[in-house]
């Protein structure tokens, strides 16, 4: 079985488990607008005995990240990543495909019309993943253009936004929104933003509708975002 993916048995259940995370890396190709990671070296063996470096990387754009409210809304700006928690890390899930619809390899604007058909759906999950074909662009490092990156439109974010239930919104895209755009973030700063989510097509088809997904965010106090652990666990029957 491919690393990413495992059969674990969890109390009386055997469950599949997909790594929706990319693995950190140095020379990982980031948003044009970020910096890139910077490993600073602490202690190495030959001089220390031990090996010990720190990690330099941006609040976003890495594989995968969520976005706190301070982000992208100046009204929020005193919550920082410290607010999310337990509500956050652990929800049924459903995942939308649009992958197809694109008129390459993924589709950059996602509209309202392509989430419209699922929102019963929706309705019933805490938590929504759209693939747009981008997570398969991250996986291969290639660079990114500002102007490339998929994106919920204003109209799908707010068709989102308007559901009560959802605590999780996520993409495999770097961000939400379009270049140099705030809209989707602002109507979506109720919701836990996922983005940079990878190894989205190993969820199985007859599982994509209901699974559980943990997004377990790193709390960094006042931090405009941060990394979080990812993961698909779908019941085997």
Not at 14 to 28: C, F, H, N, V
Not at 208 to 218: A, G, H, I, K, W
Request: proline share 5%; aromatic share 10%; with cysteine.
């Amino acid at each position: 079985m491919a690393k990413n993916k495992a059969i674990k048995k969890l109390g009386k259940s055997e469950y599949l488990i997909i790594d929706l995370t990319q693995p950190l890396r140095e020379d990982a190709e980031v948003h044009p607008l970020d910096p890139k990671p910077e490993k600073i070296v602490i202690a190495d063996f030959l001089k220390n005995r031990v090996k010990y470096n720190v990690y330099k990387i941006g609040d976003h754009h890495f594989q995968p990240h969520f976005d706190a409210p301070n982000h992208q809304n100046p009204e929020l700006r005193g919550k920082g990543a410290e607010v999310y928690g337990l509500e956050q890390a652990f929800n049924s899930a459903c995942m939308i495909d649009v992958s197809k619809k694109g008129k390459g390899n993924y589709l950059v604007e996602v509209k309202r019309e392509h989430l419209e058909p699922f929102g019963e759906l929706i309705s019933k999950r805490g938590a929504v993943i759209v693939r747009t074909g981008y997570d398969k662009w991250i996986e291969s490092n290639k660079k990114h253009t500002p102007g490339g990156l998929p994106y919920f439109s204003r109209d799908a974010a707010e068709f989102l936004a308007g559901f009560k239930n959802l605590v999780v919104v996520g993409i495999d895209s770097l961000t939400v929104d379009a270049f140099k755009m705030h809209d989707s973030h602002r109507a979506l700063k109720e919701k836990f933003i996922i983005e940079s989510l990878v190894h989205l097509y190993e969820i199985p088809e007859n599982a994509r509708e209901n699974f559980t997904l943990q997004t377990s965010p790193v709390r960094i106090v006042g931090a405009s975002g941060g990394p979080i652990v990812a993961y698909a666990f779908i019941e085997l029957k």
